[in-house]
């Protein structure tokens, strides 16, 4: 890899908004597809057909906590309204600067939450972009959606701690029943035990005799008991 190695900001297609233009070959159909920055196609000699392989930008995080697979085939080139200047914007990992997107099926992700949210705001597309009128309307939405970001955490929060601590009962109940069957399995070789040892010293159930007579004139009865081995 070497100097070949560049960041890509690695995107799912979204069905109503924020539509990838197709310059050249078409959308990713399967998990294993992608289409790639346009730009960064021409710029490092890539081209239709060709796989391109993804690593983490992270030592402490594996490639395989975000997505399904780390190679993937391009099937398409294109651009997006997400990236509407020169540069592809900044990141901390790598150089500190994004060189392209490469877009994949959702399905190509291997996380339960989204990390991106895109929203649309109403009234803002009948004003020019970027002017009072539009920052003045995106503004009141970004405070209406920062007014619920503490509750959305605080939501995320107790469902991950709420499976952490399921999974932790199931595993104690778990640890539990493997503890009395266990002890049970050690009461039933116990009377096993026992029951050797008593056998070994040579006692069995008594095994009785009644004999029965006369003595000096009186009927007598006695009871012998014996040791059988």
Known sequence: MGERQKVLHVMSMLPTMNSIVVEEGRLPKTKEECLVDV??????????????HLESGRVEEDLSESLKADTYTIVGSGSSPCYISFGRGSTQIGTGEISGF???????????VYTEAYAAVKGAEEETAFTDGYEKKVDCAEKDIEKIQELRCEARYEEVTGEAKEKLAEAKEE????????AGERCESGAEDCGRRERASGWKPAVGRWTEGF????????YEAERTG
Do not use: C, W
């Open 39 to 52: 730009d960064f196609l021409t710029a490092n000699g890539y081209k239709i057909g060709d796989q391109i």
């Open 102 to 112: 490469l877009a994949v099926m959702p399905e190509a992700f291997a996380m339960d």
């Open 175 to 182: 640890l539990a029943d493997g503890k009395a069957e266990t």
């Open 215 to 222: 003595k000096g004139g009186k009927r007598t009865s006695d």
